[in-house]
């Protein structure tokens, strides 16, 4: 954890996702999050390309939702990278098949306003004992500077609605 410098980390997910995590995860959350809320890829000093911003990543998931767009290729993602986290927590042992494929039935009936974003503001202080390290070449940028979080409980962080 020596490599978080700042005191606060942002992420943002969405709502299906954090209700997944309320109700099939004991209210526990996994996240990949950043020191940075935006990205400024101009800056001699990178941070996160937009890619990787929970600024970025709010205000995409907002668009395709509030555009009803049949492509909403966040929003699909989104819903791949749900079940994917199923499919661990299931070879884990955490959830069961049948959560696992209520999972999967949920991801594939949800509309897209249940993908409306959050963004989660999470002290350094209590993601310490969550904290794992992301591979630099798991990284949106080698020069990235990004973290996950696993199991993180809700007590632990803060939900903000943009606009």
Request: with cysteine; hydrophobic share 35%.
């Amino acid at each position: 954890m020596k490599d978080i410098k700042n005191p606060i980390l942002y992420s943002a997910m969405t709502t299906l996702a954090f209700n997944i995590n309320k109700k099939y995860y004991s209210d526990q959350h996994y996240m990949w999050c950043t020191p940075y809320f935006g990205s400024d890829f101009e800056s001699p000093h990178f941070t996160v390309p937009p890619s990787s911003s929970p600024l970025e990543i709010y205000n995409l998931l907002k668009k395709e939702v509030d555009g009803s767009d049949l492509h909403n290729t966040k929003i699909n993602y989104n819903r791949l990278g749900i079940r994917k986290g199923a499919s661990a927590m299931l070879e884990l042992g955490k959830i069961t098949k049948e959560a696992y494929e209520e999972i999967v039935t949920i991801t594939k009936l949800a509309k897209d306003q249940q993908f409306r974003p959050l963004l989660c503001v999470i002290s350094r202080l209590e993601a310490v004992p969550f904290y794992q390290k992301v591979n630099v070449k798991d990284m949106a940028n080698p020069l990235s500077h990004e973290y996950i979080l696993s199991g993180l409980p809700q007590s632990a962080f803060d939900i903000i609605r943009i606009g």
